[in-house]
């Protein structure tokens, strides 16, 4: 048997004595060294947000915010408190030699890239299958637009967006089915939740975000109606935040920019002689006129201006806007104009269990229209000067 030497014994009986002593007064100080921190919690605008979690990093340690937003927790110095709350960016702080604190949360908004409306919901695009494109508001066409037809032209692959310069005439639209002159082209608008409804009731200044459902599968809960493509429409909504009035408006001047090459009268009348014949006396009246000239504006002028208001509190909150229209035709006597409201609300009930949402629109539009006017250029070209 091997006998360890009696002192280094000793000095380890003594070590375990001592700790075992101490252990005690180690973890009355560590107590002592905890200290109940306070603060209020808050969204960007100031906004108590109650229910907040708060959790000391690393421990089971917790608590929540009261309906003022306050909260109060046990920690000590070099603790990190972690701040949670659904709809919010989670944010962290370190205690320090002050007890009371104000933590402010950021919304978390979610990109037009990582999420699309499909139906009457929402997806990842992770997990999207379908064909459907979005397009962001500041990706829309710009200049003076009259519909949505004309903020998409050429943004899309496989959207076929054909416009003129009549302001009363919308833009066609072909997204699915044979492009043919005499077929049901119509895409199955969906704006704001509501089925079918009419897209001059939305000014363009009021979308913020466009989605375009392409194959079956996207576009098979519309049913038959869908069956040449659907364009999803969202409006503006209130943000949280303060009290928002934005004006937006813009004055534009449309000309023609090149003309078919005809003969003038002069130049009529010479070729006619030159091949031995006449006009007769009802057909030449001695003028020389320029239809085109005659029929064409030589500047269509046109204005728009868009108002809007957003307020909200802390369980909902609204938009309100109104938007002014007046397009001249670049055909003489074709003019637009247009006056559209829209008011979007959003109201929380039951503890922000259930959302209760009311959207108007109304557009009241005054058309000056001409006859023929899809023959008026080419018959432009073939009346004699």
Same mark, same amino acid.
């Given at each position: 048997?091997?006998?360890?030497?009696?002192? /280094?014994?000793?000095?380890?009986?003594?070590?375990?004595? *001592?700790?075992?002593?101490?252990?005690?007064?180690?973890?009355?100080? #560590?107590?002592?060294? $905890?200290?109940?921190?306070?603060?209020?919690? &808050?969204?960007?605008?100031?906004?108590?947000?109650?229910?907040?979690?708060?959790?000391?990093?690393?421990? $089971?340690? =917790?608590?929540?915010?009261?309906?003022?937003?306050?909260?109060?927790?046990?920690?000590?110095?070099?603790?990190?408190?972690?701040?949670?709350?659904?709809?919010? #960016?989670?944010?962290?702080?370190?205690?320090?030699?002050?007890?009371?604190?104000?933590?402010?949360?950021?919304?978390?908004?979610?990109?037009?890239?990582?999420?699309?409306?499909?139906?009457?919901?929402?997806?990842?695009?992770?997990?999207?299958?379908?064909?459907?494109?979005?397009?962001?508001?500041?990706?829309?066409?710009?200049?003076?637009?009259?519909?949505?037809?004309?903020?998409?032209?050429?943004?899309? /692959?496989?959207?076929?967006?054909?416009?003129?310069?009549?302001?009363?005439?919308?833009?066609?639209?072909?997204?699915?089915?044979?492009?043919?002159?005499?077929?049901? #082209?119509?895409?199955?608008?969906?704006?704001?939740?509501?089925?079918?409804?009419?897209?001059?009731?939305?000014?363009?200044?009021?979308?913020?975000?466009?989605?375009?459902?392409?194959?079956?599968?996207?576009?098979?809960?519309?049913?038959?109606?869908?069956?040449?493509?659907?364009?999803?429409?969202?409006? $503006? %909504?209130?943000?949280?935040?303060?009290?928002?009035?934005?004006?937006?408006?813009?004055?534009?001047?449309?000309?023609?920019?090149?003309?078919?090459?005809?003969?003038?009268?002069?130049?009529?009348?010479?070729?006619?002689?030159?091949?031995?014949?006449?006009?007769?006396?009802?057909?030449?009246?001695?003028?020389?006129?320029?239809?085109?000239?005659?029929?064409?504006?030589?500047?269509?002028?046109?204005?728009?201006?868009?108002? =809007?208001?957003?307020?909200?509190?802390?369980?909902?909150?609204?938009?309100?806007?109104?938007?002014?229209?007046?397009?001249?035709?670049?055909?003489?006597? &074709?003019? *637009?104009?247009?006056?559209?409201?829209?008011?979007?609300?959003? #109201?929380?009930?039951?503890?922000?269990? *259930?959302?209760?949402?009311?959207?108007?629109?109304?557009?009241?539009?005054?058309?000056?229209?001409?006859?023929? %006017?899809?023959?008026? *250029?080419?018959?432009?070209?073939?009346?004699?000067?």
């Amino acid at each position: 048997m091997r006998l360890l030497p009696l002192k /280094p014994l000793y000095k380890r009986l003594i070590q375990a004595v *001592l700790i075992f002593l101490m252990m005690p007064f180690s973890l009355m100080a #560590q107590n002592a060294e $905890k200290k109940t921190v306070t603060g209020k919690v &808050t969204d960007s605008a100031g906004a108590a947000l109650p229910g907040v979690t708060v959790t000391v990093k690393g421990t $089971k340690t =917790s608590a929540s915010a009261n309906e003022k937003g306050i909260f109060q927790i046990k920690a000590k110095e070099g603790d990190v408190l972690s701040f949670s709350f659904v709809g919010y #960016q989670k944010k962290e702080i370190k205690v320090a030699e002050q007890s009371s604190y104000t933590v402010i949360l950021e919304n978390t908004t979610a990109a037009l890239n990582d999420v699309v409306v499909v139906g009457y919901g929402k997806s990842s695009k992770r997990t999207l299958v379908s064909a459907i494109t979005s397009v962001k508001p500041e990706d829309l066409n710009r200049g003076s637009i009259s519909d949505v037809g004309q903020l998409l032209q050429g943004k899309v /692959p496989g959207l076929n967006i054909t416009s003129s310069g009549d302001p009363n005439k919308p833009a066609a639209v072909i997204l699915r089915g044979a492009s043919t002159l005499n077929g049901s #082209q119509g895409v199955f608008y969906v704006i704001d939740g509501v089925l079918g409804a009419d897209i001059a009731t939305v000014a363009p200044d009021d979308i913020a975000s466009i989605d375009i459902l392409k194959d079956a599968a996207a576009t098979a809960i519309y049913g038959n109606r869908a069956s040449n493509g659907v364009i999803i429409i969202t409006t $503006k %909504r209130a943000k949280k935040g303060e009290p928002v009035l934005s004006y937006n408006g813009y004055v534009s001047a449309e000309s023609v920019s090149s003309q078919l090459k005809v003969m003038d009268a002069t130049q009529l009348r010479s070729f006619v002689t030159k091949n031995n014949m006449a006009f007769t006396p009802a057909d030449d009246k001695g003028a020389n006129t320029n239809w085109q000239d005659a029929i064409e504006r030589s500047s269509a002028i046109a204005h728009n201006h868009n108002i =809007s208001y957003s307020n909200t509190n802390e369980h909902g909150g609204y938009i309100a806007s109104v938007n002014y229209f007046d397009k001249q035709g670049i055909i003489q006597g &074709t003019s *637009l104009n247009r006056v559209i409201a829209r008011l979007n609300a959003d #109201q929380y009930a039951f503890k922000d269990k *259930l959302k209760l949402g009311l959207n108007v629109s109304n557009s009241v539009s005054v058309a000056n229209d001409l006859p023929y %006017r899809n023959s008026i *250029l080419q018959l432009a070209n073939l009346y004699l000067p």
